[in-house]
Nanobody, 121 residues
Framework: QVQLVESGGGSVQAGGSLRLSCAASGSIFRINFMDWYRQAPGKQRELVAHISSGGSTNYIDSVKGRFTISRNNANNTVYLQMNTLKPEDTAVYYC???????????????WGQGTQVTVSS
């Protein structure tokens, strides 16, 4: 059984910073890519940031230069450093990980429980 546990959400004023963490635990052979998504009220869930197993990253345009995704493979954790936050960044943030449970087995997608980020103007 694999679990993703997120932490670090909260409420900040515009211009502030938050750092989200997502730790994967369980019987994991290898974590492939890891992503951060967000979902604002009344909107579809969107991919915010992506990091590959090798550390390559991609971001949606609206967060480029403000958000940084990183990962620590030693403790199976992915981070999202969010700076210069804006009210439009308000959403529930979810981590997603593509995980191989065994050498010859398939990959599975797992989700965290979500953490609320609220940015006030």
């Amino acid at each position: 059984q694999v679990q993703l546990v997120e932490s670090g959400g909260g409420s900040v004023q515009a211009g502030g910073s938050l750092r989200l963490s997502c730790a994967a635990s369980g019987s994991i052979f290898r974590i492939n890519f890891m992503d951060w998504y967000r979902q604002a009220p009344g909107k579809q869930r969107e991919l915010v940031a992506h990091i590959s197993s090798g550390g390559s990253t991609n971001y949606i345009d609206s967060v480029k230069g403000r958000f940084t995704i990183s990962r620590n493979n030693a403790n199976n954790t992915v981070y999202l450093q969010m700076n210069t936050l804006k009210p439009e960044d308000t959403a529930v943030y979810y981590c997603n990980a593509n995980i191989k449970l065994s050498y010859s087995g398939p990959d599975f997608s797992y989700w965290g429980q979500g953490t609320q980020v609220t940015v006030s103007s």
